[in-house]
């Protein structure tokens, strides 16, 4: 009985702050993402001739996201009987959508005009339990030309 | 030092290629770390500990592969990636790799 109550208190504020974070991050990145619409961000440049420009540099951005305990527990549930993980799915979106941005502020603040061969690198770092998703690390890349 | 994801760089002319050039960590979460990451597995959110983490890997990893072009004379990397893996439990790998070429 214990057990199940500190369960559902788990879930509970799992669930609360899980969707308030979200909120609140997806807020943030859309009032970014506005900001920053005006330097032009493109996933090709290799295999292309070479853009006019006097300067080059590579820009990176990183962010480590964390699942909560609601979505983990969603996803225990979704693997029984399959489907899309929309939890999972937002907080992926969330992840690569921050560390775009992270390259794109960055770029700005250097005076590019224009980011190239924007790459993306996934990977998990593993929970403590079977290897399950506890969190997502996210690398975005490019080069930025002024 | 001039790095970029480009097949070469604007605005110079590759005058030499010297081949691969990498670098790369494996890197381990810490204790201290961890605590507040099994915190934030139950409310969810960046955890911005990791992600100092991975930005130090990854700068190591970059450095690495610089010194490597540096010893060859290169001045600059081209089409550079990065590539993580999982190496162990908890362990992780970080792995940037270009090519070194001589530009002017």
């Known amino acids: ?146 | 030092m001039i790095l970029t994801t480009l097949e070469g760089v604007p605005g110079k002319e590759i005058l030499e290629h010297y081949g691969i050039v990498q670098g790369s960590t494996v890197r381990a979460k810490n204790v201290g770390r961890d605590i507040g990451a099994s915190f934030k597995n139950l409310v969810g959110g960046e955890l911005k500990g990791y992600t100092d983490l991975l930005n130090e890997a990854r700068q190591e990893a970059m450095d690495r592969m610089v010194l490597q072009a540096k010893q060859l004379n290169a001045n600059a990397i081209v089409n550079i990636r990065f590539s993580t893996s999982s190496v162990a439990q908890g362990a992780a790998e970080i792995f940037a790799y270009g090519t070194a070429v001589l530009v002017r």
């Open chain 1, 1 to 146: 009985m214990e057990e199940l109550i500190i369960f559902v208190v788990l879930l509970s504020v799992g669930y609360f702050f899980g969707v308030l974070a979200e909120k609140k991050h997806y807020k943030d990145i859309q009032k970014r993402e506005q900001e920053t619409l005006s330097l032009a961000i493109s996933s090709f440049g290799a295999k292309q001739p070479l853009p006019q420009a006097s300067d080059a540099q590579l820009f990176v951005g990183e962010v480590v996201i964390a699942s909560d305990y609601f979505k983990t527990f969603v996803m225990a549930l979704r693997n029984l009987w399959g489907g899309r993980v929309l939890s999972y799915e937002s907080l992926l979106d969330r992840g690569r959508r921050e560390a775009l941005l992270r390259v794109k502020e960055q770029a700005i603040a250097w005076g590019a005009t224009e980011v190239l061969n924007v790459r993306y690198e996934t990977s998990t770092i593993g929970g403590k339990k079977q290897g399950g998703v506890g969190a997502i690390e996210i690398i975005a890349y490019g080069t930025a030309i002024r």
